[in-house]
């Protein structure tokens, strides 16, 4: 494998605090060294000059759709959608179908990702059979075939001792229950959040509560139990001040919220647009503001995409029958620099910390870093690059996006997978 030297650039690794002008080189597939200046004949030489060399992005939440849904998405066209997007590890949701419940499951996208992935897949195992709630799944057996966590996302384990044998069990392998939060009673076939655009557009409402109960009803057990809880895509004020207080009492708990969440509000949903129904629903600036400030705190750990491509028959219907989902590797990470490091809310440092060194450290995952040794997962990001969202020009089959036309500026340029480089200014390579 030959060497690569990234020669130049503004080597960020919040793994250490680094922030320094400097090369990278890349020998072997790892990092064999960062220094202000690096001489290697040997090595092919990137100038990355007035570029941002960080650590590859590392997305906890997203769903391939394989298998069973391969007319939304593929392992293969999902991880070439992550790798545009300057994801380099992404992990997998089971709510597939069948759905991920068992070990021949995780063997399947495990393999499907080494053979067909242009990132690392790691397979999320559903908590219960078939994600019904009503009996816990294989999850050893899931765990000995590489399983990383487990997760019913896209349902709630609505029954409360299943959730609580759930968390007792992911204790024997130290490995997190992903919790997805909804009162489905409260929902009550809700189409958005309810409140004054709900009323005025004339759309049922879903409750705040219907996410907060739930998150209040795991936090007990979590205390309960002593187990991982991470909470999904958290969307509201009050769920953020919750697992604030959850983490003030010590309890191992955490959370992540989403690019949508963080730069769009209820007012998007007025013209109607499906592209903005989303599970759980856009909220109100109040709930935004407490979500930047709960990830600013560190309260909300990380930034995931919850990457949910769909078809186009899945989303140009009337507003109540369209799917729920934003298709998001490909402007997770511009929405951020654009909107939150652009505007001073963040610094690079802060944000990459949200969107790759902290994911690694909470699920335990390689990457996150730029360490000696450690694996060449890397993403180049020109800050002053400007583009405009074109959702027909994603590598997923999922165009479904509500930033079609929005010009965004600073978007990833290179991502490097193993030393491999995957994407070069906006070109995946197979």
């Given at each position: 494998?030959n060497?690569?030297?990234?020669?130049?650039?503004r080597?960020?690794?919040?793994?250490?605090?680094?922030?320094m002008?400097?090369?990278?080189l890349?020998?072997?597939?790892?990092?064999?060294?960062v220094?202000?200046?690096?001489?290697a004949?040997?090595a092919?030489?990137?100038?990355?000059?007035?570029?941002?060399?960080?650590?590859?992005?590392?997305d906890?939440?997203?769903h391939l759709?394989?298998?069973?849904?391969?007319?939304k998405?593929t392992?293969a066209?999902?991880?070439?959608?992550?790798?545009?997007g300057?994801f380099?590890?992404?992990m997998a949701m089971?709510?597939?179908?069948?759905?991920?419940?068992?070990?021949?499951?995780m063997?399947?996208?495990?393999?499907?990702g080494?053979?067909e992935g242009?990132v690392?897949?790691?397979?999320?195992?559903a908590?219960?059979?078939g994600s019904q709630?009503k009996e816990?799944a294989?999850?050893?057996?899931?765990?000995?075939?590489?399983?990383v966590?487990?997760?019913?996302?896209?349902r709630?384990?609505?029954?409360?001792?299943?959730?609580?044998?759930?968390?007792?069990y992911?204790l024997?392998f130290?490995?997190?229950?992903?919790?997805?939060?909804?009162?489905?009673?409260?929902?009550?076939?809700?189409?958005m959040?309810?409140?004054?655009?709900?009323?005025?557009?004339?759309l049922?409402?879903?409750?705040?509560a219907?996410?907060?109960?739930?998150?209040?009803?795991?936090?007990?057990?979590?205390?309960?139990?002593?187990?991982?809880?991470?909470?999904?895509?958290?969307s509201t004020?009050?769920?953020v001040?919750?697992?604030?207080?959850?983490?003030?009492?010590?309890?191992?708990?955490?959370a992540?919220v989403?690019p949508?969440?963080?730069?769009?509000?209820d007012?998007?949903?007025?013209t109607?647009d499906?592209?903005?129904?989303v599970?759980?629903?856009?909220r109100?600036?109040s709930d935004v503001?407490?979500?930047i400030q709960?990830?600013?705190?560190g309260?909300?750990?990380?930034?995931?995409?919850?990457?949910a491509?769909h078809?186009i028959e899945?989303?140009?219907?009337?507003?109540h029958?369209?799917?729920?989902?934003?298709?998001?590797?490909e402007?997770?990470?511009p929405?951020m620099?654009?909107?939150?490091?652009?505007?001073?809310?963040?610094?690079?440092?802060e944000?990459?910390?949200?969107?790759?060194t902290?994911?690694?450290e909470?699920?335990?995952?390689?990457?996150g870093?730029?360490?000696e040794?450690?694996?060449?997962d890397?993403?180049?990001?020109?800050?002053?690059?400007?583009k405009?969202?074109?959702g027909?020009?994603f590598y997923?089959?999922?165009?479904?996006?509500?930033y079609?036309?929005?010009?965004?500026?600073?978007?990833?340029?290179?991502?490097l997978?193993d030393g491999i480089?995957?994407?070069?200014?906006?070109?995946?390579?197979?």
């Open positions: 494998m060497k690569i030297l990234l020669k130049g650039g080597v960020i690794d919040p793994s250490r605090g680094y922030d002008v400097g090369d990278v890349i020998d072997g597939g790892v990092i064999a060294a220094a202000e200046s690096i001489a004949e040997d092919e030489v990137i100038d990355v000059s007035k570029k941002i060399v960080a650590p590859g992005l590392i906890i939440h997203c759709r394989e298998p069973g849904f391969e007319r998405e392992i066209t999902g991880t070439m959608a992550a790798a545009a300057g380099t590890s992404v089971p709510n597939t179908n069948p759905v991920a419940d068992n070990p021949a499951a063997h399947y996208v495990k393999n499907k080494e053979q242009h690392h897949v790691y397979p999320i195992g908590i219960t059979k709630g816990l294989e999850m050893a057996s899931m765990v000995e075939a590489g399983a966590a487990f997760s019913d996302d896209g709630p384990v609505e029954n409360s001792r299943i959730m609580r044998l759930a968390l007792e992911s024997i130290d490995l997190p229950i992903i919790a997805h939060e909804e009162d489905l009673d409260l929902v009550d076939e809700g189409d959040h309810e409140g004054y655009m709900s009323t005025v557009l004339g049922r409402g879903i409750p705040r219907a996410e907060e109960t739930m998150i209040a009803r795991d936090i007990i057990l979590a205390r309960q139990t002593k187990a991982h809880l991470h909470v999904a895509h958290v004020a009050n769920g001040e919750m697992i604030r207080k959850a983490k003030r009492e010590g309890l191992n708990v955490t992540e989403t949508h969440h963080l730069t769009l509000t007012e998007a949903v007025k109607y499906t592209n903005t129904k599970n759980p629903p856009l109100e600036q503001e407490a979500l709960g990830l600013k705190e309260i909300i750990d990380c930034v995931a995409t919850d990457h491509p078809t899945d989303k140009v219907i009337e507003f029958f369209a799917a729920n989902g934003i298709s998001g590797f402007t997770a990470l929405l620099w654009h909107y939150l490091v652009h505007s001073g809310k963040f610094t690079p440092m944000m990459l910390r949200m969107m790759s902290r994911p690694a909470i699920m335990k995952l390689p990457g870093t730029l360490q040794g450690a694996p060449a890397i993403v180049v990001i020109d800050e002053t690059l400007e405009t969202v074109d027909k020009s997923s089959k999922g165009k479904n996006t509500p079609e036309g929005v010009s965004l500026k600073g978007w990833p340029v290179m991502t997978v480089v995957k994407m070069e200014n906006g070109v995946v390579k197979e």
